[in-house]
């Protein structure tokens, strides 16, 4: 994963890289022997990763102190992605999948962009809490 998204949080960060490897396969499925078969398990997987990430990153955020209108959008935001994903997968489930390449794209912008307008934004509010939990730790 490439640095420019780390975000100081080592869970979220894990599940992040987590996220971007099931991309990797998820965009490898287009040169598997059944590739909409293998999409469709990628895209359920994706779906479940994407459910728990956005709940600890949720979690996070309540601790976090941000100012409620950053929080309420970037909450929106992830219900979004999961019903646009949960769409895709429903289409394809009841064979009307869109073409791979294009649920491809979809996923990835749904993943990508959300971390470039929304999680990137987290990144000064954790260093402010990391850098406070510091300061408590060398107090005590
Ligand atoms: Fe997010
Ligand atoms: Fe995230």
């Given at each position: 994963m490439n640095e420019l998204f780390f975000l100081g949080d080592p869970e979220l960060d894990a599940q992040?890289?987590?996220?971007?490897?099931?991309?990797?396969?998820?965009?490898?499925?287009?040169?598997?022997?059944?590739p909409e078969e293998s999409a469709g398990f990628v895209l359920?997987?994706?779906?479940?990763?994407?459910f728990q990430h956005f709940?600890?990153?949720?979690?996070?955020m309540a601790d976090l102190a941000l100012p409620a209108t950053i929080f309420s959008r970037h909450a929106e935001a992830h219900m979004g992605i999961l019903?646009?994903?949960?769409?895709?997968?429903?289409?394809?489930?009841m064979g009307q999948a869109k073409p791979l390449l294009d649920i491809i794209a979809i996923?990835?912008?749904?993943?990508?962009?959300?971390?470039?307008?929304?999680?990137?934004?987290?990144?000064?509010?954790?260093?402010?809490?990391?850098?406070?939990?510091?300061?408590?730790?060398?107090q005590t």
């Open positions: 992040h890289a987590d996220l971007f490897a099931l991309m990797a396969r998820l965009a490898a499925s287009e040169h598997s022997p059944s359920g997987q994706l779906g479940e990763l994407l709940k600890s990153e949720e979690l996070l019903e646009e994903l949960a769409h895709i997968h429903w289409e394809a489930m996923a990835r912008r749904c993943v990508e962009q959300h971390l470039v307008e929304f999680d990137l934004m987290l990144k000064p509010y954790i260093a402010r809490a990391a850098a406070k939990q510091g300061t408590i730790l060398t």
